[in-house]
């Protein structure tokens, strides 16, 4: 196998390192909130005169502001009827019936509110997948798709699956992503719209996106080497936004829909591919010609032309639905995960893969970053971090090569006042910074985050290895975190800044200042 997980006693970062957490709040003192990171130290502070404020405040570091999403409208009072989504008829309109069915018996809380039980559904679903090997279009994904559900179902793993496929019920925004080189922000709310702020003004755009095509969004990501371009994945296919001032001209090819502010104008270009829906992963690739999108109704990942909207489906598929799609920095791979454990990695020139990864459960995350000599894919699974090598070559291949496995199981540690807090546990996301020099890792179990250093051994000049540095504690009363993302350090060539989307509605920004130069300087020496 091209890929294989590392067999063994994995190591455990944070309990090996004891590391102490930050204060949580109490009845008689307030939490230790997390400000940054200032050369590996991670910094919290419980007021304003608080030691560890002002040693930030004096070695430059910059403080930014919780900003709260938009209140979003009731989804229900809005109506949707996408020209393009055709009423299905006959056997697949039935089929249609029960995924539909299932999705809600799977969301609600009641078991009063359906007169079906899950106990009357047959046993073997994998022959209800079986059976559709003879059939074709809409049926077929239908089917695989009600499959999937009921193994989820019966394997307990809803409450596990990836955001923002498995939304906390009453969440305050579903996704958000970092333009590629401005500071701002869109994040997506549960009433279909798309508010942008921006960071260096501190205000929402009065520009709002919102169409009746893009319904249920299920994540959103900005096109690299573009002003203003911003796909969003959908219940039915993909809105692909241009952001544009009044004084252009924009040119499109097809079927185009205009929303206008005052000084912007926003264009919808609407895209749909046979039997992918719900379009739950989007990738752009590095130069932004391409967007890989994925399904969990289909083993199968669709490359569009940006400028054309040309869909081409690869030609290898995966067993299961797709739960992770991820572009690598320089563009030479395409990772695919699946709801069935498996791991795909096409290499992006002859677009070309190899044999399956299989994992005990499927990617909860993925993240890649990259140096001169390799690529790093980060894989999530359970409550273990994997790390995988790609050498960097002429011709790239899949030869990934096994850097090892971290444990961050749940464990209970004590604070500076000997308070008992529960830390790590089953992983929700792991985000690398576009230095490669810091890994963030939120939990399912635990509020807080982990910060790791990815660091290259000088002395054996081949390998790396995560460090734990410490926790990042959000507001008080933030929830979870459900979402992160890292961007380079605004107005600063040190570092990054990782931006928390808290389940409570709260996005906060943590600055980390260190010099990604000197790591840079270690390696290529």
């Known amino acids: 196998e091209i890929l294989k997980a590392p067999a063994g006693t994995s190591k455990q970062l944070f309990r090996d390192h004891q590391i102490v957490p930050p204060e949580p709040e109490t009845e008689h003192h307030d939490a230790h909130v997390t400000i940054g990171e200032i050369h590996t130290q991670i910094l919290s502070a419980s007021g ?59 969301s609600t809380d009641s078991s009063e509110v359906y007169p079906y039980r899950f106990d009357t559904v047959p046993e073997d679903v994998d022959s209800w997948v079986k059976a559709s090997d003879g059939l074709t279009g809409y049926v077929r994904s239908s089917i695989n798709e009600i499959a999937y559900l009921l193994r989820l179902k019966k394997r307990a793993l809803y409450a596990n699956l990836p955001w923002p496929l498995r939304q906390a019920k009453y969440a305050k925004a579903v996704c958000f992503s970092w333009h590629k080189y401005k500071a701002k922000l869109a994040v997506a709310l549960p009433d279909n719209t798309i508010h942008i702020f921006d960071l260096v003004s501190r205000t929402w755009s009065p520009i709002v996106l919102q169409h009746e095509f893009m319904r249920d969004i299920q994540c959103i990501e900005w096109k690299p080497l573009s002003g203003n371009t911003l796909a969003v994945g959908t219940r039915y296919g993909v809105c692909v936004w241009d952001i544009i001032s009044k004084a252009s001209q924009p040119t499109f090819v097809g079927d185009a829909f205009p929303i206008q502010s005052q000084d912007q104008t926003a264009w919808m270009r609407y895209w749909q591919y046979p039997n992918q829906a719900p379009v739950n992963a989007i990738s752009w690739c590095p130069k932004g010609q391409y967007l890989a999108t994925g399904s969990v109704s289909s083993g199968e990942v669709v490359i569009w032309d940006s400028a054309s909207g040309t869909p081409t489906p690869l030609f290898e598929v995966l067993a299961a639905g797709i739960v992770q799609l991820r572009w690598s920095l320089g563009g030479d791979y395409l990772m695919a995960a699946s709801a069935g454990g498996s791991v795909r990695v096409w290499e992006a020139h002859r677009w070309t893969s190899d044999k399956w990864v299989d994992f005990p459960s499927f990617a909860q995350s993925v993240a890649w970053c990259r140096d001169k000599n390799a690529s790093f894919l980060a894989v999530a699974v359970q409550s273990t971090l994997h790390m995988f090598r790609f050498e960097s070559k002429d011709v790239p291949n899949c030869q990934g090569v096994s850097v090892g496995s971290y444990d961050l199981s749940n464990y209970i540690g004590r604070t500076e006042s000997r308070k008992e807090v529960s830390l790590c546990g089953r992983i929700r996301q792991v985000v690398w910074d576009p230095t490669g020099s810091r890994i963030a890792v939120s939990f399912f179990d635990s509020p807080l985050i982990g910060v790791l250093s990815w660091r290259f051994d000088v002395v054996s000049k081949f390998s790396y290895e995560p460090h734990a540095l410490g926790f990042i504690q959000g507001p008080p009363q933030c929830g979870f975190a459900t979402q992160m993302e890292f961007r380079e350090n605004c107005g600063s060539d040190r570092g990054a800044l990782l931006a928390v989307l808290w389940d409570s509605g709260r996005v906060s920004f943590y600055p980390m200042y260190f010099n990604a130069q000197l790591l840079r300087d270690q390696v290529n020496r």
Do not use: C, M
């Open 48 to 106: 304003p005169d608080d030691f560890n404020l002002q040693h930030y405040l004096k070695s430059g570091g910059e403080i930014y502001p919780n900003v709260s999403v938009p209140q979003s409208r009731d989804p229900k009072s809005q109506k949707f009827a996408p020209e393009k989504q055709a009423p299905l008829t006959g056997l697949a309109g039935l089929t249609q019936s029960w995924v539909d069915w299932i999705q809600q018996a799977l």
